[in-house]
């Protein structure tokens, strides 16, 4: 599945989340990742980020996208981060 994940997390937990995210998706902005992951390694980046997170404090928000079949994908201004495998 494709994913597009963008979060707004505590600054002391920041830090932890952006790393555990790299693992699994591609970093393209502040808070914004996306991606392709199977089933499984979704449930385990879910799982690890609800370890990581307060949920009381903390917000992410995951979209699945079924089919890029219409997906554009445009950048104005500059590309944060430089990826081959980005949606």
Do not use: C, P
């Amino acid at each position: 599945m494709n994913i597009i994940l963008v979060y707004d997390i505590g600054e002391k937990r920041v830090q932890k989340v952006h790393k555990l995210l790299k693992r699994y998706l591609n970093w393209v902005q502040n808070s914004v990742f996306e991606g392709e992951l199977t089933e499984g390694r979704f449930e385990a980046m879910k799982i690890e980020l609800e370890d990581r997170i307060k949920e009381e404090e903390d917000s992410v928000i995951i979209y699945k996208l079924g089919s890029l079949k219409y997906t554009e994908r445009e950048i104005v201004g500059i590309e944060k981060n430089f990826t081959d495998n980005l949606l």
